[in-house]
């Protein structure tokens, strides 16, 4: 089982892709990221067929997206959760099963503690696939725990 984990936005959209074994092993992971001087439009358009193009390329059996939990501003909530309609067309059209896990259920299933700040899940992250060096940029880390959360919450998956 291979799945395809997306940390989404609009700026920079985190992906990675996870082998489930009997350890995980992290196969390939970046970051989509999009030039603020195009439109709306074309930018969720970039996201999608670069998404598109991955899932194609690696073909996962599952997507696994960090889900939208709060915004401290509107706007940004906003074109989040629009980048999120995208990938998850995108998922859908590659006939990917597509979850959501919000970042209460990421920090909880991969640090044990729902108010884990961001660098301790980092270091569990880095614990659980046995790396050396961190996984950058940030955005492609956190795409990581959204994988290995999806594979830890279904455990019965082959």
Not at 23 to 46: Q, V
């Amino acid at each position: 089982m291979i799945v395809l984990g997306i940390d989404p936005g609009l700026a920079s959209t985190g992906w990675a892709l996870v082998k489930k074994g009997e350890k995980p092993e992290l196969i390939d992971y970046g970051c989509i990221t999009t030039d603020k001087k195009e439109s709306f439009a074309e930018r969720l358009e970039e996201i999608f067929h670069e998404i598109k193009k991955i899932a194609l390329k690696t073909k996962p059996q599952a997507m696994a997206i960090e889900d939208l939990f709060f915004a401290k501003n509107a706007k940004t909530a906003i074109s989040v959760a629009q980048a999120m309609g995208v990938i998850k067309v995108a998922g859908q059209e590659s006939k990917i099963p597509v979850f959501e896990y919000t970042p209460l259920n990421i920090k909880t299933t991969i640090a044990g503690y729902g108010r884990a700040e961001k660098r301790q899940v980092e270091e569990m992250v880095l614990k659980i696939l046995d790396l050396k060096k961190r996984i950058k940029p940030n955005h492609a880390a956190d795409a990581v725990a959204v994988c290995l959360t999806h594979l830890f919450t279904n455990s019965k998956l082959k």
